[in-house]
């Protein structure tokens, strides 16, 4: 039904038209020369409002500031007005776009000075939709020399440039219409109207980058908006250059500044003989050197010839020269560094009336990271191994361990939306040397090389607001936590059942690392592990918390202030009495319950970079 509304609406149009012509062809025939002119004003009436087009449209001045030439060309460059999305014109209209809105300037200008644009014009004719309209028009005889009547008795076809011929002749002098003094008959005559004005016009010329313009005059305007922007990148974009001698002082140039400054320069020897120079900026990309005046040069004498001197000279065979190879360089996608950090600290005592004991303590942090990114591939990975270990001597005790821990952390991202990777992540902590409980007499083992030991695998989103700032979720994620050897490991004092050597965990955990620096010489790193099992009990989260402060003191020297807190809701502990004696149950069992376990660590460490 549209279909035919819009035929009869054209159809009505038609005969609007053709009966608005007629009324003015019989108001000539039947009136005298007033009449005339009131039908010469209604064709340019109609002239005006677009219903007949009689003279050719010319290309109106287009001026585009620059924010309006970026706007046009953005809009021109969506890929949906494109054929061929890597055509070399788009490459070069993106890179001037960025170029116009970012600094600095380093763009396609060549290509797009020396591009043809006329190769990617569509005549402004193309976006109307003409369609002839046969008429009757009275056929005057002339009788005057200087009216001039239609070239064609019968038919007119002509399209444009004859269209006022087909209306009422072309009139070399209108104060001639009044010698028109009779009529032989009417004649057939065809007028071009326009129809409808088309959205969107495509061109058939091969190589032709656009899908479709919307407007006439698309591809001038395009020309000026780029030759605009050319002209504003022209004249913003400079450079600065400095010159530096053997003394301190440097002299800086701006490129393309044109000030004319000249600024003296002193060229000294291996003797501190000096001489002075003028440096200049005169004109675009040029800099001006120019000799003191009054500066003389005094040339070494010649040497005597010795016509008994001989070179050696040996002839090179230049055929080995073909043998050289392309150099491949291979892009670098792994990134390695390391650090160790060395504390240790002493005290000894002799007849210290006041009390105390001799202690001695150290403690090794090394970590080592790799890092790897394939930004073809939109792939990263981020690796790191820790580990921490410390030894004590207090007294007459023996050596005791009072740090462990031996940790992996990997992650694998690949590119999602925005700055949102997807991630999947493995965690890796136990321990290296056995460790005891030496509140209790004998002391007793609770725990050593993979006893006990905790994985963690998740799969979610990573965002990275910035460099130094990581929030990773993983929704689907699963922990265990085995002790293997139960005869020496209590199990139970990781949450393990009594009859089992494994804790398995479903659930989602969630991980922030940051990196901070209030000052120059200060570095705060903070990384974050929350752990929420869906099976039993999920509100209770587990925490994971390690801060660590550094304070450069120069460049193998720093103060360490590192803490570590954890918080797990399936390792609980003997609840104490104020008379540190276990608290009993009604059935006589020691009572226990999860809390909060907490390290500090304070130090001048030396530290070892690799």
Not at 114 to 134: C, G
Not at 324 to 348: D, G, H, M
Not at 356 to 364: I, W, Y
């Amino acid at each position: 039904m549209s279909v035919i509304f819009e035929v009869m609406k054209k159809e009505f149009f038609n005969l609007l038209v053709l009966s608005v012509l007629l009324t003015i062809c019989v108001s000539v025939f039947s009136q005298n020369s007033n009449n005339l002119r009131k039908a010469d004003s209604v064709i340019d009436s109609l002239k005006k409002s677009g219903v007949i087009l009689t003279n050719s449209v010319s290309r109106p001045d287009i001026i585009l500031s620059k924010d309006q030439a970026v706007k046009f060309l953005e809009n021109s460059y969506q890929p949906q007005n494109w054929n061929d999305t890597h055509h070399p014109l788009r490459q070069a209209l993106g890179q001037l776009i960025f170029e116009s809105s970012h600094p600095p300037f380093d763009s396609s200008a060549f290509f797009l000075r020396k591009f043809t644009y006329d190769s990617i014009k569509i005549p402004w004719d193309e976006f109307y939709i003409w369609e002839p309209v046969r008429l009757k028009v009275a056929n005057y005889m002339q009788s005057h020399p200087a009216v001039v009547t239609d070239s064609s008795m019968k038919t007119d076809t002509s399209r444009i440039s004859t269209l006022a011929d087909s209306v009422i002749g072309k009139i070399a002098d209108k104060a001639a219409l009044t010698a028109l003094v009779s009529m032989s008959g009417l004649k057939d005559t065809l007028l071009m109207v326009v129809l409808d004005t088309l959205k969107e016009v495509s061109s058939d010329k091969a190589g032709f980058p656009f899908r479709y313009y919307n407007f006439p005059f698309q591809a001038d305007s395009l020309e000026v908006a780029v030759k605009s922007l050319l002209k504003y990148l022209e004249g913003r974009d400079s450079s600065l250059i400095s010159f530096k001698g053997t003394g301190r002082n440097s002299i800086p140039f701006m490129m393309n500044s044109r000030t004319g400054n000249m600024e003296r320069f002193w060229l000294k020897n291996e003797f501190s003989d000096s001489v002075t120079v003028w440096l200049g900026n005169y004109s675009k990309d040029t800099i001006g050197l120019y000799l003191e005046k009054g500066v003389s040069f005094r040339r070494p004498m010649r040497q005597e010839n010795h016509s008994e001197a001989r070179i050696d000279i040996q002839a090179l065979d230049n055929s080995k020269l073909l043998n050289a190879k392309k150099i491949i360089v291979k892009p670098q996608y792994w990134k390695y560094r390391s650090e160790a950090s060395l504390i240790f600290s002493q005290a000894a005592l002799s007849n210290w009336v006041k009390g105390g004991e001799n202690s001695v303590s150290t403690a090794l942090d090394v970590t080592g990271f790799a890092d790897y990114e394939n930004k073809a591939l939109k792939v990263s990975s981020d690796h790191f191994i820790r580990l921490k270990l410390g030894f004590l001597k207090s007294g007459s005790d023996p050596v005791r361990k009072n740090l462990d821990l031996l940790e992996t952390n990997s992650k694998l991202n690949h590119k999602a939306f925005g700055k949102f990777d997807f991630s999947a992540i493995m965690l890796f902590k136990t321990q290296v040397a056995p460790g005891s409980d030496y509140s209790v007499t004998p002391s007793q083992v609770v725990s050593k090389f993979l006893n006990p030991a905790v994985v963690t695998i998740g799969f979610g989103l990573d965002y990275k607001p910035n460099k130094t700032t990581s929030l990773n979720l993983s929704p689907l994620s699963y922990r265990v936590t085995f002790v293997t050897d139960t005869a020496i490991i209590d199990q139970t004092k990781y949450g393990i059942a009594k009859n089992r050597k494994s804790l398995h965990e479903p659930g989602a955990s969630f991980m922030i690392s940051n990196d901070y620096r209030p000052t120059k010489n200060l570095t705060i790193t903070n990384r974050l592990q929350l752990f929420t099992n869906y099976i039993h009990n999920p509100q209770n989260v587990d925490i994971d918390w390690e801060m660590i402060a550094v304070a450069n003191l120069n460049w193998f020297t720093d103060i360490r202030f590192n803490t570590h807190l954890i918080f797990d809701d399936d390792i609980k502990t003997v609840v104490l009495d104020s008379n540190k004696k276990p608290v009993l149950r009604p059935d006589g069992t020691e009572k226990k319950t999860a809390r909060a376990q907490l390290k500090e660590l304070l130090g001048l460490s030396f530290v070892f970079r690799f």
